[in-house]
């Protein structure tokens, strides 16, 4: 029987219905739980015994449910044998913590007691669901990705299953490192394959809905390199960034032998925010891109993207490839702007988003010896230890873990993680924020009050934990990118200060990119950077010489 009443015959169910089966081997048991769209809704039937084709009663759920049950049956690659003899052949994936058996493209089979399947009343008209996808989306998972990741079987080992007892399982070294014993630890073990601990810390953090919307990489590069690896084939697809940003995006892409299509920022005045209408225009001519990426806050622009301009992306009706956000800063991003969009994953099912704990130079007291590196850091501390993080869709998230190598993410990474998102580190982590945050103020109002000339806008929303100054001619006042890379250099070379010339990039000119560092450490950059301005004798001297070699 189906929702209206009417007995249908297997005939009718197979032509209409596009009806699969499946074992429900998530169990072992010999019952079926059978799926089906129609005209663009969904019902559900129970099947018992051995016989998948002796189906009982079906019952419509409602809109929510039924884009629940598409996005489970995006995931992909693993052993579940489709029981409809004869017919279509099905690719499938266990889903062991939701006990759910997904099948092909439109059916699922599982249990009648998993709560996605208790709506026994018919679906109203239209659903008000937080958390659906976004209607006009013509992404399809299994048409992006590439033949051969969907057809990859990803490495397993024992410790994927049994983490506890005796271990003889990985050819490690029983007896422990060649080091200390107070230092050795558990080095001499293979650490965690799903980082099981970490994740469920990240969780809370972001406020997601499990372990399986989270991906570890060893920094964002990892996740970038994947993205790329798994989404694009080589010499044949492209992706799409927008000038200035992250280098390792075309990197990557020229390492993997894939094209790198540009979109450059609106730079005037500094906005720095990405131009939709020319973006979706450049996907719509150009099918080869397979995944856009956008930097928010910005690398080297420091400036947070709006949401209304990302989501203009996302929602783009001819677009059906992945897009990648990378939110490296956006812890520093102030309470009242637009900040992550991690949480929107769950209404656009091709959007990743990329998070660190990595990259952090550490702010403790150098040595006189030592120059002060003043360049780009996280709150987590982590710089030796890369943690790169990807919040996507659970379908999304499985292929990276399949792809990746194995044991990616170190012992003491993980340890070290664990401890920087236990209270006490997050606790350290805020203050740290408001700290960085009260700096970043004062460096502003330092530059922008220099008692000699030199320094011109703070250019860009300083969004991030870094600043961007354009250095300009004394006399003229007009942006001076010689210069700014000679002050670059001198404050290297000569006074122990490592900040970082941008100037070369899009809208960028004569700008130096410096990050904040601690109370005493930001004192000592601006004073040196107000002697070096102030001795501008040997500035001119060189600029002098190099107009003339010119002329």
């Known amino acids: 029987m189906v929702g209206d009443g009417r007995r249908q015959t297997k005939r009718d169910i197979v032509r209409y219905h596009r009806l699969w089966y499946a074992r429900s081997q998530s169990r072992g048991e010999d019952g079926y739980v059978v799926v089906t769209m129609r005209r663009g809704r969904a019902c559900i039937g129970n099947c018992t015994g051995p016989d998948p084709q002796s189906h009982a009663k ?21 052993k579940v044998r489709s029981q409809a003899r004869g ?5 499938s994936i266990i889903d062991p ?11 699922i ?3 009648t007691t998993h709560p996605l399947f208790l709506y026994p009343e018919p679906p109203p008209q239209q659903s008000t669901h937080p958390h659906l996808p976004f209607q006009n989306m013509p992404f399809i998972l299994e048409n992006v990705v590439r033949p051969n990741i969907l057809a990859l079987k990803p490495y397993r080992c024992a410790r994927d299953d049994y983490s506890e007892g005796i271990l003889l399982d990985a050819n490690e070294n029983a007896y422990g490192p060649s080091l200390p014993s107070s230092e050795g630890g558990s080095l001499n073990r293979y650490p965690d394959p799903t980082q099981r601990l970490v994740k469920e810390k990240l969780v809370a953090l972001r406020s997601l809905r499990g372990a399986e919307n989270l991906f570890l990489g060893v920094g964002s590069d990892e996740v970038i390199d994947l993205l790329i690896r798994i989404f694009c084939v080589p010499a044949k697809d492209s992706v799409l960034i927008t000038p200035p940003t992250y280098g390792m995006y075309t990197v990557s892409a020229q390492i993997n032998d894939v094209k790198v299509s540009k979109v450059n920022l609106d730079v005037e005045e500094g906005r720095f925010q990405i131009k939709p209408e020319e973006i979706n225009a450049r996907l719509a001519s150009d099918p080869s891109i397979k995944l856009v990426f956008l930097c928010s806050p910005g690398n080297p622009t420091g400036t947070v993207l709006s949401h209304a301009s990302i989501r203009a992306i996302l929602e783009n009706p001819s677009y059906a490839g992945v897009v990648a956000v990378d939110e490296a800063y956006v812890d520093f991003v102030a309470d009242d702007c637009d900040g992550s969009v991690a949480n929107w994953i769950d209404k656009y099912p091709n959007l990743v988003v990329m998070q660190t704990l ?25 710089g030796p230890h890369r943690l790169g993080i990807a919040i996507s869709h659970p379908s999304i998230i499985q292929l990276m873990n399949n792809t990746k190598a194995p044991y990616n993410i170190s012992t003491p990474t993980s340890e070290i993680a664990l401890r920087a998102l236990s209270p006490a580190g997050l606790a350290t982590m805020h203050g740290h924020r408001a700290s960085i945050l009260s700096e970043r103020a004062r460096i502003i109002a330092a530059l922008q009050s220099f008692t000699v000339p030199g320094v011109g806008r703070i250019v860009g929303a300083n969004d991030a934990n870094f600043v961007l100054a354009q250095i300009v001619d004394a006399k003229t006042g007009k942006p001076d990118n010689v210069k700014a890379e000679k002050v670059y250099k001198r404050l290297a070379e000569k006074e122990g200060v490592v900040v970082r010339f941008r100037g070369n990039e899009i ?15 930001n004192k000592i950059m601006l004073g040196r950077l107000e002697e070096v301005l102030g001795s501008g004798n040997w500035i001119v001297a060189v600029y002098t010489a190099c107009v003339e070699a010119v002329i």
């Open 507 to 521: 809208g960028c000119e004569a700008c130096l990119r410096i990050t904040v560092g601690t109370e005493e450490e």
């Open 87 to 91: 017919w279509r052949k099905a690719r």
């Open 358 to 382: 990595t990259g952090i130079k550490s702010a403790r007291k150098q040595r006189p010896s030592q120059p002060l590196s003043l360049t780009p850091f996280t709150f987590h501390r982590l």
């Open 58 to 78: 079906m019952a419509w759920v409602d809109d929510d449910v039924a884009a629940r049950m598409r996005m489970y049956c995006n995931y992909v690659c693993a």
């Open 97 to 107: 913590q939701r006990n759910v058996t997904c099948i092909g493209g439109l059916g």
């Open 109 to 111: 089979a599982t249990h």
